[in-house]
């Protein structure tokens, strides 16, 4: 149970995100722990990220938004912002070249996995596009996170083609069908709960205590305060470094601009067959360049 919520702890943190028209409903939380976890499942179940965000108390989500921003800041704004642009434009050479990168793969793929490819490639393209509409792509918005924002605009399309991609995921979201949150007893403001998987209870009942009118995981309350301030040491020890990191990153940009330059310049599917060995010796070279 604990790893379960750990999981959907992430998902909300963003940081797995065709931008909405508008905002969609804010969903809404029962108050008793059975049916407030229960509408948390179900929300899942239908890729809806954001059930996870409203059932979190106000001051984990103040946490959570203010370690992206603390993050975020880590970074020069101009730099940020330049890695961002070439994001763009890799987003928008790929939904170029979708045939010509989807005709590569199959050629590389078994016969028994192409048929999934193009559902694969066209999620990739989705979730590209989501995220290069999205305040990811800001500086200033990210330094002032609103994760909640995020997850309510671009989650649950970011959610449904991350399982179009990752058949291990959804096979985990999908169980949540299956799977019931029982009451078995309630003193004040800690409840006991059995999960019911298939109509059987898997182990023993797990402790929910409520935290400014939400019911969270006893492990995850006991822990939640020292797990938000190791992270917010290593953001502190990162910030001493900043400069050298943020000058480090600078000079990676030349490199990456080159890479994607190339990746759009490719007229043929010889030419981006080139390209894993491309991404790796890239990769080493970054490397090599922000020890």
């Known amino acids: 149970m604990h790893n379960i919520f750990k999981f959907l702890l992430l998902v909300c943190a963003g940081n797995i995100v065709v931008a909405c028209d508008s905002t969609p409903k804010t969903p809404t939380i029962p108050d008793g722990p059975a049916a407030s976890i229960n509408a948390v499942f179900k929300g899942l179940a239908d890729n809806r990220p954001d059930f996870v965000w409203i059932a979190m108390p106000k001051s984990y989500q103040n946490d959570v938004n203010q370690l992206v921003g603390k993050w975020a800041s880590l970074t020069e704004e ?6 961002m642009s070439l ?9 170029q070249k979708r045939g010509m990168i989807l005709n590569t793969i199959m050629k ?11 559902p694969m490639v ?18 200033k918005k990210m330094v002032n996170a609103n994760v909640g924002k995020f997850i309510s605009l671009h989650g649950s399309t970011l959610m449904k083609s991350f399982m179009k991609i990752n058949t291990r995921a959804k096979t985990g979201i999908d169980r949540l069908t299956s799977t019931k949150i029982v009451q078995v007893s309630v003193t004040g403001d800690e409840a006991k709960l059995d999960i019911v998987k298939n109509g059987k209870p898997s182990g023993r009942p797990k402790v929910f205590v409520k935290i400014e009118g939400r019911w969270v995981p006893s492990d995850i309350q006991r822990h939640w305060n020292k797990q938000i301030a190791r992270v917010n ?3 502190d020890k990162a910030k001493a470094s900043a ?8 000079k990676t940009l030349p490199m990456l601009e080159s890479f994607v330059k190339s990746f759009e310049d490719v007229k043929n599917e010889a030419q981006l067959a080139s390209f894993p060995m491309r991404v790796m010796l890239l990769g080493q070279q970054l490397k090599s360049l922000v020890r």
């Open 78 to 83: 101009d730099i940020y912002n330049s890695y």
């Open 87 to 95: 994001v763009k434009r890799f987003s928008i050479a790929v939904k």
């Open 108 to 118: 590389m793929a078994p016969p028994g996995k192409r048929k999934q490819l193009g």
């Open 122 to 139: 066209d999620a990739f393209i989705t979730m590209l596009n989501e995220i290069t509409n999205s305040q990811i792509m800001h500086h």
């Open 233 to 235: 040491r290593r953001l």
């Open 243 to 250: 400069t050298s990191n943020n000058d480090k990153l600078r």
